[in-house]
Structures are given as structure tokens and as C-alpha cells.
């Protein structure tokens, strides 16, 4: 199989206030579920309108082509169809990405992104400080049928790579960190909410595989997001029987610095190499993915903070680069996220350090490789 080179499309079909909090101007809302609950119809049907037709255009795809990637994460949210009033639904959105991917030879994995209650807790996963999606079963239904529906529309698309079933159901150890896992709006909404099991995990992943892999072509992929607990799958899917999937895990340096004080390169390369033998480890059982990561690291940051050299900060942050697409491409492949934050590419961010996330001011500013393909003498 064709190594995965790609990037996330994410806060174009879901939202995420921390990428472009103009989203959420005149609210003093934190997540996609209460800036619909509050903006009113009319004002969010015109404002998720304008987002929407302009944050991802055709040209993004011809882009991204162009700096040898060949599959692009779409994340989607639960209400994709429009059937969960007062959200407005995208599916349209996806169906001219698909048009656009086809048009200039890239693959899509759907992503469900977010789940009516939420898996995580996060504003990612729809709902910031709820995190009870996985104790409805009658939601956790409703979301194996969207995944259906999707598969359904598009299974037969050339553009298909293929569905991601979840995206960061939160472990326990996750979840007792997260800065926002109490940080609701109702507390009555937030009642039950907790991490999400291994036994849930694999009891929905199991069925979401069977109901998908009946519609899906066996060429189609279907991926399992790991819960943030990589080590703890073993052969489970082996032994299930499961066929053509794939197991997607997020590495963040950014994330591991707000638990290790020491922000050198000497530290991110120790942690990125424990993740190296992880997946090492992980794949004698499953093709692996890492689904997002960026280059964020708070030592070049520090370098632009005073004042070093831009010749400097580009190359603390192509080391950074390199030392972590060395490793990935050991495994299935990668996503970058994200592949924007800003549409406008000479706006400055509200902070500096996002920069690093939004890998088109990647490119503008040499943090990465121009042609990815081509890093290490492939094409």
C-alpha cells in the first residue's frame, strides 16, 4: 500500500475556537455545540455559510497535491446530515471534496470527529466539559448509522481511502489532565461524564467494523483511533478477524512539554524515539497512522521570542521537522494538523506559537519540506 503523505482539513466542517476564534465573535461560547445553541439560526446558517464556502476551496486541494501529499483527514461532525437541529448539516461540503480529491488524484479519510455528547470533553469533540456520548446507547447508535450513511454515499468514490470510526475517545489518565474536562456550561449535561473505556472501545469498534466493512469494498481502510492507550491493542485486532484497518495515533511534542520542563531538542528527540519503538512495537500487529502532529515546540518559539536569527528559527524548526517525519514514515503514514488555521494567509494569528500548527505558514516560512514525497529520494 502507497505510504499515507497528508494533512488534516480540520475547523472547515468542524469547528474549533482556539484555530479561528472569529468563528465565535459576539459569544462567549468555547464550542461548536453552544455557538449553535446561541447565535440563532439565521445569523449561524449565514455565518457557517460564508465559512464553510470559503475556509477549503478547490485550489487548497490543488495546493496540497502540490506539495506531494496524497490524502487529506476530513474531519466530520455527527450531524453531517442535518438531523440534529439546531446544527446546520455539511454533507454537501464533503461530496464537493470528494469531487475536488478525485480531480487532482487524492484519497480521504472521513474522520467522525465528534459524537452528540462527546467523546473526549474537548471543544474537538463538539462539547467542551461533557464527556457521556459512550452511557446513551441510543446515541451511540445514531452515530454507527451516520458512519453507515457515509459509507453507503461513498463507497464506491475512487476518492475514498477510507472511514475513521472515532476520533480521541479520551483514557482515563487523558481525561483526569484535560483542562476543560469541567469546564461545562450545564452541569445537569455534563452529569455521568467520565473517560471511555477499553471495554466500550472495543465492543464499538467491533460492531462500527462489521456494519461498515458489509457496505465498504475491502480496498476501503477503516481506522481505529488508539484512545490515547497505543500500547494496549496487541493482536486485538487480529483476533477479531478484522480486515484492511488501520490504527491512527496523535503525537504531539507541544503536548508533551506541558509535562516535561525541559524544552530542547535533545528531549524531543528521547521522546520522539520512545514513540519510534512504540510503533515499531504496535505494527507487528496493525499498520499504524499518526493521524496529527505539527512541529510546535516551545524552543523555537523561545529562539523567535528573543530575537534570534530567522535563519536560526528555521532551522530549529526543520530538525524538529525531520526527526519526526523520519519516524512516522516507518509506519502507514501521517496527517499534519493542520493544514490551515487562517484562510488569509498574511494575517497575522492572535498568538505566535499557532503559527507552527498551520502548515501552509509552514511552507510560506521553510519549517518544512516544500515536496514531502521527496524528503528522503522518494517520489
Same mark, same amino acid.
Given at each position: 500500500?502507497?505510504?499515507?503523505?497528508?494533512?488534516?482539513?480540520?475547523?472547515? $466542517?468542524?469547528?474549533?475556537?482556539?484555530?479561528?476564534?472569529?468563528?465565535?465573535?459576539?459569544?462567549?461560547?468555547?464550542?461548536?455545540?453552544?455557538?449553535?445553541?446561541? *447565535?440563532?439560526?439565521?445569523?449561524?446558517?449565514?455565518?457557517?455559510?460564508?465559512?464553510?464556502? !470559503?475556509?477549503?476551496?478547490?485550489?487548497?486541494?490543488? =495546493? =496540497?497535491?502540490?506539495?506531494?501529499?496524497?490524502?487529506?483527514? =476530513? +474531519?466530520?461532525?455527527?450531524?453531517?446530515?442535518?438531523?440534529? +437541529?439546531?446544527?446546520?448539516?455539511?454533507? %454537501?461540503?464533503?461530496?464537493?471534496?470528494?469531487?475536488?480529491?478525485?480531480?487532482?488524484? *487524492?484519497?480521504?479519510?472521513?474522520?467522525?470527529?465528534?459524537?452528540?455528547?462527546?467523546?473526549?470533553? #474537548?471543544?474537538?469533540?463538539?462539547?467542551?466539559?461533557?464527556?457521556?456520548?459512550?452511557?446513551?446507547?441510543?446515541?451511540?447508535?445514531?452515530?454507527?448509522?451516520?458512519?453507515?450513511?457515509?459509507?453507503?454515499?461513498?463507497?464506491?468514490?475512487?476518492?475514498?481511502?477510507?472511514?475513521?470510526?472515532?476520533?480521541?475517545?479520551?483514557?482515563?489518565?487523558?481525561?483526569?489532565?484535560? +483542562?476543560?474536562?469541567?469546564?461545562?456550561?450545564?452541569?445537569?449535561?455534563?452529569?455521568?461524564?467520565?473517560?471511555? +473505556?477499553?471495554?466500550?472501545?472495543?465492543?464499538?469498534? !467491533?460492531?462500527?467494523?462489521?456494519?461498515?466493512?458489509?457496505?465498504?469494498?475491502?480496498?476501503?481502510?477503516?481506522?481505529?483511533?488508539?484512545?490515547?492507550?497505543?500500547?494496549?491493542?496487541?493482536?486485538?485486532?487480529?483476533?477479531?478477524?478484522?480486515?484492511?484497518?488501520?490504527?491512527? !495515533?496523535?503525537?504531539?511534542?507541544?503536548?508533551?512539554?506541558?509535562?516535561?520542563?525541559?524544552?530542547?531538542?535533545?528531549?524531543?528527540?528521547?521522546?520522539?524515539?520512545?514513540?519510534?519503538?512504540? $510503533?515499531?512495537?504496535?505494527?507487528?500487529?496493525?499498520?499504524?497512522?499518526?493521524?496529527?502532529?505539527?512541529?510546535?515546540?516551545?524552543? &523555537?518559539?523561545?529562539?523567535?521570542?528573543?530575537?534570534?536569527?530567522?535563519?536560526?528559527?528555521?532551522?530549529?524548526?526543520?530538525?524538529? &521537522?525531520?526527526?519526526?517525519?523520519?519516524?512516522?514514515?516507518?509506519?502507514?503514514?501521517?496527517?499534519?494538523?493542520? #493544514?490551515? *488555521?487562517?484562510?488569509?494567509?498574511?494575517?497575522?494569528?492572535?498568538?505566535?506559537?499557532?503559527?507552527?500548527?498551520?502548515?501552509?505558514?509552514?511552507?510560506?516560512?521553510?519549517?518544512?519540506? %516544500?515536496?514531502?514525497?521527496?524528503?528522503?529520494?522518494?517520489?
Amino acid at each position: 500500500m502507497e505510504k499515507i503523505i497528508g494533512t488534516n482539513l480540520g475547523n472547515w $466542517l468542524v469547528l474549533e475556537k482556539w484555530m479561528e476564534p472569529e468563528m465565535f465573535s459576539g459569544t462567549n461560547t468555547e464550542d461548536e455545540t453552544w455557538l449553535s445553541r446561541t *447565535l440563532g439560526q439565521e445569523k449561524l446558517q449565514e455565518r457557517m455559510k460564508t465559512h464553510r464556502d !470559503t475556509y477549503v476551496t478547490e485550489e487548497d486541494f490543488k =495546493i =496540497i497535491k502540490s506539495h506531494g501529499m496524497n490524502t487529506v483527514r =476530513i +474531519p466530520v461532525p455527527y450531524f453531517i446530515f442535518g438531523d440534529r +437541529p439546531p446544527f446546520i448539516g455539511c454533507i %454537501e461540503y464533503l461530496d464537493k471534496a470528494f469531487d475536488w480529491a478525485e480531480k487532482y488524484g *487524492l484519497k480521504i479519510l472521513i474522520d467522525m470527529h465528534t459524537t452528540p455528547g462527546s467523546q473526549n470533553g #474537548y471543544d474537538n469533540g463538539g462539547i467542551c466539559g461533557v464527556c457521556n456520548w459512550r452511557k446513551k446507547p441510543e446515541e451511540v447508535e445514531f452515530v454507527t448509522r451516520v458512519l453507515e450513511k457515509l459509507a453507503e454515499r461513498y463507497a464506491h468514490r475512487k476518492g475514498l481511502f477510507g472511514i475513521e470510526v472515532v476520533n480521541e475517545p479520551i483514557s482515563f489518565s487523558v481525561y483526569m489532565t484535560s +483542562p476543560t474536562h469541567n469546564k461545562y456550561v450545564d452541569k445537569k449535561e455534563a452529569e455521568g461524564s467520565s473517560f471511555v +473505556p477499553m471495554s466500550f472501545l472495543k465492543k464499538f469498534y !467491533t460492531d462500527a467494523y462489521r456494519r461498515l466493512r458489509k457496505i465498504l469494498p475491502e480496498d476501503k481502510v477503516i481506522v481505529f483511533h488508539d484512545g490515547f492507550r497505543l500500547m494496549r491493542w496487541g493482536d486485538f485486532f487480529e483476533k477479531s478477524g478484522m480486515k484492511n484497518v488501520m490504527l491512527d !495515533t496523535h503525537i504531539y511534542i507541544f503536548a508533551m512539554e506541558n509535562f516535561v520542563p525541559v524544552h530542547k531538542e535533545w528531549v524531543y528527540k528521547m521522546y520522539i524515539g520512545f514513540n519510534r519503538w512504540m $510503533l515499531k512495537k504496535v505494527e507487528k500487529h496493525i499498520p499504524v497512522i499518526v493521524g496529527e502532529w505539527c512541529i510546535c515546540n516551545k524552543e &523555537a518559539e523561545h529562539l523567535k521570542k528573543k530575537g534570534a536569527p530567522d535563519s536560526e528559527v528555521v532551522r530549529a524548526y526543520r530538525r524538529v &521537522a525531520e526527526l519526526q517525519l523520519d519516524v512516522w514514515e516507518e509506519g502507514a503514514g501521517y496527517f499534519y494538523w493542520n #493544514y490551515q *488555521l487562517s484562510r488569509d494567509k498574511d494575517k497575522p494569528l492572535d498568538e505566535e506559537w499557532k503559527n507552527a500548527w498551520d502548515l501552509s505558514r509552514c511552507w510560506k516560512n521553510g519549517w518544512m519540506p %516544500e515536496r514531502l514525497d521527496r524528503r528522503s529520494g522518494r517520489k
